[in-house]
């Protein structure tokens, strides 16, 4: 049996709703296929863009939309994706699989898919092969409401009045495929470019800077002495592997329990990552004005049999539930000063909520724990604590429970619960601190450890009922049993008295 204890009277900090954000880059099936089909297409879509995939991102609100890239964003020239389509220039995709980018999805329809969606674009520009000038262009061209010759184009193009644009990223993974700079030579390289990058008329831009590579923590350290001061946010990436080394992946299927613990146990790395860069971050911004963002996190695995290996297709079991169920309560956690997530990718990349093969989308089990936590969006964090036990293969161990809670603005108390034992349910008794609560709905996706959704069995894994719930009359007391390989939100309703 192991203590679960949430004090509903200690409110921490609003969860920002943009943790739940998604990433989307120029790579295999993400763009093209998975959101870009054209107007000509026999798919369903609104303007080339797939009305099911809109849909199933509606139904998990999601705030917030990364892209062009990822490594891509550093080779994308945005003025070859806009205007004519047939006129436009074509390119080589370099990074990922060699392949021809004919740029007939570009800043204008990029920005129609996140107005159909109804979430927010988050543009990463190019420092690695761009030039200032490009940059500074490009904020002109989607923000600029005047008259000049950026904004004229603009309105050439169809789109008469700017759009809001809050979220600019100045180059992505600057110490690798962005350039391979020092964090020296960037932090000196984004004061430059960001600069340039205006705000028009009541655009307010919120300026990013690229932050480091997983535990890389003198990037911080440099990157916030020298530029900290000129930027609202830098970020961090940290990719879950199994192998023991970062080149050697493991398949994302057909796995022993050794690798179920190997993925968890890297996953909970994120959470001390995350501690230390802030530590760092503090020194030079002891007001906290400066925000991380987690923009490229989830597993990565080898590529699905046959598949191109610069396309980065993998499958998403229940462990990748876990994955996401783990990450995305150390986020609430830290909502305080994480400021915005985004899992890689949406699409049919590395750690997708969606898959999609012609006409057909299915729902991976990542998608069904983003469904779960969305009421955590825009709610209030509380204090919570959990007993736990360490279990696992050495050098591998993780605790067997995993939580985060937070209180919506109707009120309602919502707990989400991993169990990541792979085969022992565990035993919770639960104390709720504060007015007393009944039980309203209790949800879990789970199953065993290795279950997956496929085209043609699309709802093998799937949001259920959790009927091992019971709440005492007290209203203060609440059993819960939670089955192994499970993700579960409990929500409960504060009693009227
Ligand atoms: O998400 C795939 C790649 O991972 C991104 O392009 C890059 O930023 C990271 O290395």
Partial sequence: MFHYVVNTYHRKYTIRPEIYGNFSEHLGRCIYGGIYVGEDSPIPNQKGI?????QALRKIHLPVLRWPGGCFADEYHWKDGIG??????????????????????????????CRQVGCQPYINGNVGSGTVEEMQQWIEYMTFDG????SQLRRENGQEQPWKLKYFGVGNENWGCGGNMRPEFYADTYRRYATYLRNFGDNKLYKIACGPNSDDYNWTEQLMKIAGK????ITMHYYTNGGDAWNRKVPATGFDQEYWYRMLHNTLKMDEMITKHLQIMDRYDPEHKVDLIVDE????YQVEPGTNPGFLYQQ???RDA????????????????IAMANIAQMVNVLQAVILTEGEKMILTPTYHVFDLYQVHQNATLVDSWMETKEIGPEGFTCPNLHESASIGQDDTLHLTLCNLSADQKADIETTLVGEGYQLKEALMVGGNMGDYNTFEQPEAVTVKPLTSCRMKENGRELSITLPPCTVARISLAPVQR
């Avoid at 436009?88 to 329809?109: A, C, I, L, P, Q």
């Avoid at 008259?147 to 950026?150: A, E, G, N, V």
């Fill in 297 to 300: 996190w989830g597993s990565w």
């Fill in 230 to 233: 000129y930027c609202n946010a």
């Fill in 322 to 337: 876990l994955i996401a169920g783990i990450n995305l309560n150390i986020f609430n956690k830290h909502s305080d000063r």
């Fill in 50 to 54: 797939r009305t099911d995939v809109v």
């Fill in 316 to 318: 998403n079991t229940i």
């Fill in 147 to 150: 008259q000049s010759p950026m």
């Fill in 84 to 113: 004519e389509k047939k006129l436009r220039k074509k390119m080589v995709n370099t990074h990922w699989g060699g392949v021809v980018e004919d740029n007939s999805f570009g800043t204008h329809e990029f920005m129609e898919f």
